[in-house]
């Protein structure tokens, strides 16, 4: 069970990296809102 | 959404999936997914409930393909952005429904006349949230003039073949991110103008 639930952490960890990333790598987010980007997500 | 963000990043953290120094990111990717998920599925669903799914969705698309080339307007809170964006969807879904099939070729030539000026006067249009690099600011310029490029030729088209339906389902999520820009650009400048001035420039008045 506790694997398991790592497991489902870990898949919503990557999912989630995987479209902050997406959405980093535009001029702006799809809908009308846009949270504050933090510095470690831009790219120099 | 941003509290539900904070919780699953810190949760994430307790799990050791992620480090100390990564929990502001998975915050912020947390909070992107969640409210983009969030976006789809409101729309989606009405969509589905109204019979109205591939017309959607070529909106959706076109809208998000422009939008994230060409930036644009956002709103202060979640709550208002989903008023703004059912709003928007509530008003190409009575176009769909009212207008006439005729009407819809002019509609998507005026639309894209609009796109391409707007497009190529502002775009790209950064937000306080989210400034752009010199480097990004070139990939953007280029990547809305191409998006342009591109809606014109499918444009062009789906003339040529009759498809009014799909030109204007097209058209206006295209539309509805170049009023978005054009708001972003009036909002930026209304920013600045009021901007409150800085002790710098407070002393250059005195001393003139």
Same mark, same amino acid.
């Given at each position: 069970?506790?694997k ?5 952490f870990?898949?919503?960890?990557a ?17 009308y ?6 510095d ?5 | 959404?941003e509290?539900?963000a904070v ?5 994430l953290?307790?799990? %050791? ?7 502001e990111?998975y915050?912020?990717?947390?909070e ?5 998920? *969030?976006?789809w599925?409101s ?9 109205k ?7 959706l698309?076109?809208f998000?393909v ?6 644009g307007?956002?709103?202060s ?16 879904l009575t176009f769909?429904?009212?207008?006439p099939?005729? *009407?819809y ?9 609009i796109?391409?000026v ?7 249009v950064?937000?306080?949230?989210r ?9 953007f310029? %280029?990547g809305s ?5 591109l809606?014109?030729?499918i ?5 040529a073949?009759?498809?009014?339906r799909f030109?204007?389902c097209?058209?206006f999520?295209v ?15 209304? %920013?600045a ?5 800085t ?6 008045e005195k001393?003139?």
């Amino acid at each position: 069970m506790k694997k398991f639930k790592a497991q489902i952490f870990s898949a919503l960890a990557a999912v989630t990296l995987f479209v902050g990333t997406l959405a980093s790598n535009g001029a702006c987010l799809f809908e009308y809102y846009q949270p504050k980007m933090p510095d470690k997500m831009r790219k120099e | 959404m941003e509290k539900l963000a904070v919780k699953l990043s810190e949760r994430l953290y307790q799990e %050791k999936i992620i480090a100390d120094d990564e929990r502001e990111v998975y915050q912020y990717c947390i909070e992107v997914t969640i409210s983009t998920v *969030s976006y789809w599925a409101s729309i989606l669903i009405c969509a589905v409930l109204l019979g109205k799914l591939w017309e959607s969705v070529v909106y959706l698309g076109a809208f998000m393909v422009m939008r994230f080339c060409f930036g644009g307007y956002h709103a202060s809170t979640h709550f208002r952005c989903a008023l703004v964006s059912m709003a928007s969807y509530g008003i190409f879904l009575t176009f769909i429904f009212l207008f006439p099939i005729n *009407s819809y070729g002019v509609f998507a030539v005026i639309s894209w006349l609009i796109t391409a000026v707007a497009g190529i006067v502002f775009a790209p249009v950064e937000h306080e949230n989210r400034p752009f690099t010199a480097k990004e600011q070139k990939k953007f310029r %280029k990547g809305s003039l191409l998006a342009i490029l591109l809606v014109s030729i499918i444009l062009s088209i789906g003339l040529a073949l009759g498809k009014y339906r799909f030109l204007v389902c097209l058209s206006f999520g295209v539309l509805q991110a170049s009023i978005s820009l054009v708001v972003a650009v009036g909002q930026n400048k209304f %920013k600045a103008q009021n901007k409150p001035k800085t002790d710098h420039s407070v002393i250059m008045e005195k001393d003139f």
